[in-house]
């Protein structure tokens, strides 16, 4: 398996302009994760996903963030409109289980609003 | 409020100079715990999962503990390529959702 998949892995923007990150989970898994990391908050669990449905966006720092997942293989992070604040990497991360579990976690989206 | 502290924050070892990372929890209740390691421009790779306290995981140089209120990271022994940012999750017992709550990790580097 080619493990987490997200694009782009580098994002230079504007503040005000909208900045979609993407992300392809690992076959099979049942959980998507979305966190952001900074060096001063460290990783921030932003949202996850079981089966395609939202269970948990308690992370999610305001109404300019969303995300969906329109079906198993697919999701996106929306920022609208971003801010030099958000700058920050973003992680997908995905796993399998109901129980306790291990998370595997894609390379990461650098973003920088300017 | 549940909640994750590691310390040090950084550490920087000989090579062959064994030390300990900490993970200090608060949590209504344990799922699990834990370790990632994490290189420099990549996402957090698992190292171990620890359900109950008494637990104990080897993997190599590295061993993860387990108490009520703690974890450690023993590194035996370490090597220059042992280099990297070690992060502790634990994943508390909420009705309703099953979250990861990271700490902001301990920053290693072992000098040759």
């Known amino acids: 398996d080619a493990g987490v998949i997200q694009s782009p892995r580098h994002e230079v923007t504007e503040m005000g302009q909208e900045v979609t990150l993407r992300c392809k989970p690992i076959s099979g898994h049942d959980y998507l994760f979305w966190y952001r990391q900074t060096m001063m908050r460290g990783l921030e669990l932003l949202i996850y996903?079981?089966?395609?449905?939202?269970?948990?966006d308690s992370g999610m720092p305001e109404d300019r963030f969303s995300a969906k997942m329109p079906n198993a293989s697919f999701s996106t992070l929306k920022i609208q409109p971003s801010e030099p604040r958000d700058s920050a990497v973003y992680f997908c991360a995905s796993s399998y289980s109901l129980q306790a579990e291990t998370q595997y976690f894609g390379p990461g989206t650098r973003l920088l609003v300017l | 409020e549940d909640q994750v502290t590691q310390s040090p924050e950084a550490l920087r070892l000989q090579e062959g100079e064994s030390s300990s990372l900490n993970c200090s929890y608060t949590v209504s209740g344990l799922r699990g715990l834990f370790w990632y390691r994490q290189d420099p421009g990549k996402g957090p790779e698992f190292l171990f999962t620890l359900y109950s306290a008494g637990e104990e995981k080897e993997k190599e140089r590295l061993k993860a503990t387990l108490t009520k209120k703690e974890s450690f990271l023993h590194i035996t022994a370490p090597k220059p390529e042992d280099s990297a940012t070690y992060l502790c999750a634990v994943q508390p017992y909420t009705s309703g959702t099953y979250k990861y709550i990271f700490g902001t990790g301990t920053r290693l580097k072992v000098l040759a």
């Open positions: 996903f079981n089966n395609n449905v939202p269970i948990d």
